[in-house]
């Protein structure tokens, strides 16, 4: 069982997650932003290594990536500054990423080496769900990584059902379809579609994202689902001077 | 087909459909469609009659008298530089806003490099009456403003896209982003034979009336439908996959495409992508992309806007990797002089797009029989300016 099971089930609602991409604003900060996190009472977190191409991702998290990569970050760079990521940080670590740069660097030295600094899962938004049948399984299995599916509100119940399968940890439930970054509107079509996951009973829980900013926002997603994870905002914020100190506030005023 | 695609979308290595999520419905929508949207008979009906009395179709297979003198062989343009807009990329257009209008959709999106994707499908939503957005990258829009002025005047919407290198790849993204933000009522018209499965295939099938057609006027002018040489430029590759198409099962015939070397190969200004690529995953396909050891995309660079892209279709990526197809690179100088030479020689002024494929016969060596088939995939107009400066006229 690794960390993020435990956690699931040790806590059973309001978890908080939060992402930000390694490298951003500056390089070798990745472990102490995630340190500042644990300490302000997150509880897991979305390491996200930069592509030059992110589709699905929304202007903030594009102008990150652009400005990791400038700074030089790379998956060897990220594995270095997490080497000692475990003496530090206790809490579920994700790496999160689009397929091109784990294909180079080789899947199954990708997953040893995450599993080897400490990462308890992955999270590849294009990252089909054939090709992890197929071709990743075996190395995230043999490597005790969860792989992250997302469901937006336009997955068939018959999809949902197969991820639900295919997942050993939790399932990633977008807000909306939409890339990063943008307001989340509740509507009630949003609101019965969470209804109808929740409905579901599946086996994994469900964790929203995409859109959350704030404490109303956060605060509604965990009705529908065991927790929230906040993304743009948290690297909009990592543009203040000093963010590390200023962590604690930001994380209270997602919490409430 | 030996070259075909396999039922999970793949041609040997390459191919797939490696999209988020969010994209999922609307590509599993298409697969789970076209098939049979493409093979009823009224759709059928209706793509033949547009191609033949809108596109102008069929383009003239054109016995190039200088061309064949020149170089010692008999050398046949395929002419889709006179296809209505100026190019082959209205032949997938029209394929595609027909399927767009049997799923119900009311938008449409497309990205485009020359920006001759852009207009034709700027011109398929005029005609049909659906709301078009075009994305094209800044530095496109500036080399290629007359088709900026052209999707305008045609009623799109053109929006910059400012990330990156600012050219095709960049607008790719961004109408990706689009779609993924719009997912019910939009179709994307993908314009060259990248993207997730279907999109490959299907624009492949939209565009095999090229090589449809050839092989008809080849046995008119030849007695024999093959030809020993099939040559066609290559960016997304979606002229040379329709000029290749319907030879592909016959392996007698040597199929050449033409990358854009850019200022050379070795320059770093280059976008001969299988020269400088390795396999990876670019625009939801498991392809041959340039690319850094970490797996960053490298921004490409060519002088032809619609050459200017990081990959290549994962067909002719399986084309490439099984020999089935010979891939070589012409520099943005041979592209230019070649251009120059069919303008006063032939009386025709080729996009620079194709230019590359004319310049490669430079570097062949025919035999006084060859039959040699090169696909006229635009003509150059849009071009002018970048040929005007060049040559000081």
Redo the contacts between chains.
């Keep these: 069982m690794n960390r993020l099971n435990k956690l699931f089930e040790s806590k059973k609602d309001n978890l908080l997650s939060i992402y930000f991409t390694a490298g951003y604003p500056e390089l070798n900060t990745t472990v102490d932003i995630a340190e500042a996190l644990e300490k302000a009472g997150v509880d897991f977190l979305e390491i996200g290594f930069p ?6 991702d ?1 202007p903030t998290v ?1 102008h990150s990536s ?1 400005k990791a ?1 400038a700074n030089g970050m ?3 760079q990220l594995f270095e500054e997490l080497k000692d990521l475990r003496k530090r940080v206790s809490i579920p670590i994700l790496l999160m990423g ?8 080789g899947i199954e030295r990708f997953c040893k080496k995450a599993a080897e600094v400490g990462v308890d899962g992955i999270i590849a ?4 769900m ?2 992890y049948e197929t071709l990743y399984a075996k190395h995230f299995i043999d490597n005790g990584l969860s792989n992250i ?4 509100p ?3 119940e018959e ?1 949902i059902r197969k991820i639900d399968d295919l997942s050993n940890s939790f399932i990633y439930l ?1 807000s909306s ?3 990063t970054g ?1 307001n989340l509107q509740l509507s009630t079509a949003i609101e019965d579609y969470y209804k109808r996951v929740k409905a579901m009973q599946l086996k994994n829980p469900a964790i929203i994202g995409f859109g959350i900013t704030n404490n109303e926002t956060f605060s509604k997603a965990c009705e529908y689902a065991r927790g929230a994870i906040v993304g743009s905002a948290f690297v909009r914020f990592l543009a203040n001077e000093n963010y590390l100190e200023k962590i604690p506030e930001f994380v209270k005023r997602i919490r409430g | 087909m030996k070259y075909g695609v396999n039922e ?1 979308g793949y041609y040997g290595d390459f191919g ?7 994209l ?2 609307n590509v599993e929508e298409l697969r789970q469609q076209y098939t049979q949207i493409l093979n009823d008979p009224g759709f059928k009906a209706e793509f033949e009659q547009l191609l033949r009395d809108y596109v102008g179709r069929p383009s003239p297979l054109y016995p190039a008298k200088r061309y064949s003198e020149k170089y010692g062989a008999n050398i046949f343009f395929k002419r889709e530089d006179l296809n209505h807009t100026g190019s082959h990329k209205i032949n997938n257009a029209v394929g595609q806003i027909l399927l767009a209008r049997r799923l119900g959709k009311k938008r449409i999106i497309a990205e485009t490099g020359a920006g001759q994707h852009g207009v034709a499908t700027a011109t398929v939503c005029a005609l049909m009456g659906i709301e078009c957005v075009v994305y094209m990258g800044e530095v496109d829009m500036e080399r290629q403003a007359p088709n900026v002025s052209r999707m305008k005047m045609l009623g799109a919407k053109v929006v910059p896209a400012t ?2 290198s600012k050219t095709l ?1 960049d607008a790719t ?1 961004e109408a ?2 689009d779609w ?2 719009n ?2 009522d939009t179709h994307y018209i993908i314009g060259s034979v990248v993207g997730p499965y279907p999109y490959p295939e299907m624009v492949a099938q939209f565009q095999s009336i090229i090589s449809l057609e050839t092989k008809k006027q080849l046995l008119e002018h030849t007695g024999n439908e093959l030809p020993q040489y099939v040559m066609a430029c290559v960016g997304g590759g979606s002229n040379a996959m329709g000029m290749f198409y319907h030879f592909l099962d016959n392996e007698s015939v040597k199929l050449i495409a033409v990358e854009a070397a850019g200022q050379g190969v070795e320059s770093g200004h280059s976008a001969a992508t299988t020269f400088l690529g ?7 396909s498991r392809t041959i ?1 340039m ?1 850094t ?5 490298v921004e490409p660079y060519s002088i032809s806007a619609g050459l200017d892209y990081p990959g290549i279709g994962p067909q002719h990526a399986h084309l490439y990797k099984v020999q089935r197809a010979k891939y070589v690179n012409i520099t943005d100088d041979e592209a230019l002089q070649a251009g120059l030479l069919c303008s006063q020689l032939e009386g025709i002024i080729p996009a620079i797009e194709t230019a590359h494929a004319l310049a490669y016969l430079e570097k062949m060596t025919f035999k006084m029989d060859d039959n040699v088939v090169i696909c006229i995939s635009g003509r150059g107009d849009k071009d002018l300016n970048t040929y005007i400066k060049y040559f000081n006229f």
């Design positions: 592509y030059s191409d992110p589709v699905a929304g594009q652009e990569l790379n998956l060897n689009y397929v091109n740069p784990i294909v180079q660097y938004p294009d990252l089909p054939y090709e599916f997302l469901v937006t336009q997955t068939s999809r977008l379809s939409s890339i943008k | 999970h797939g459909a490696y999209i988020p999520e969010m999922y419905p990330s990156g790849k993204n990706m982003r993924i933000n997912p019910v390795r396999e990876g995953v670019l625009h939801g992309l690319q050891d970490d797996g960053q995309v």
